[in-house]
């Protein structure tokens, strides 16, 4: 990246802060008046545990259609596989990269999860 740039982007981030500063109490305010058919006008203890297994007893109910989804991708993918001839370039470099974006991410988790940091420094 060169100085201009990131010269450019720090001077749109000062900004940005600034804005933020003298106008975040007046967002927050103007988020919850807009979204207040969200809240709940008695927010107790009990209302948030009912909330809360509503949420994973929905989550719950959705696995089989997500089930069902799961396999027609993998059904796809197997007749993508079966008539690879066919592929296009852009198909396969797109493949590629999500493979090794995944594969990076996976690293990267165990580097952090392991107490390190990109750079090999160890604390």
Same mark, same amino acid.
């Given at each position: 990246m060169s100085a201009s740039l990131l010269k450019q982007?720090? *001077?749109?981030?000062v900004i940005g802060s600034r804005y933020v500063a003298k106008n975040g109490s007046e967002l927050y305010k103007q988020t919850l008046e807009n979204n207040k058919h969200y809240i709940d006008k008695e927010p107790t203890v009990e209302k948030c545990q009912e909330l809360s297994k509503q949420l994973f007893y929905t989550r719950l109910a959705s696995l089989p259609h997500r089930y069902e989804a799961f396999w027609k991708e993998i059904d796809a993918l197997k007749k993508k596989a079966m008539a690879r001839q066919d592929l296009k370039i852009e198909e396969v470099g797109v493949a590629? %990269?999500?493979? %090794? *974006?995944c594969y990076a991410w996976f690293c990267v988790g165990e580097i952090f999860g392991r107490g390190g940091t990109l750079t090999g420094y160890y604390p």
């Open positions: 982007l720090q *001077e749109k981030l590629a %990269l999500f493979g %090794l *974006e």
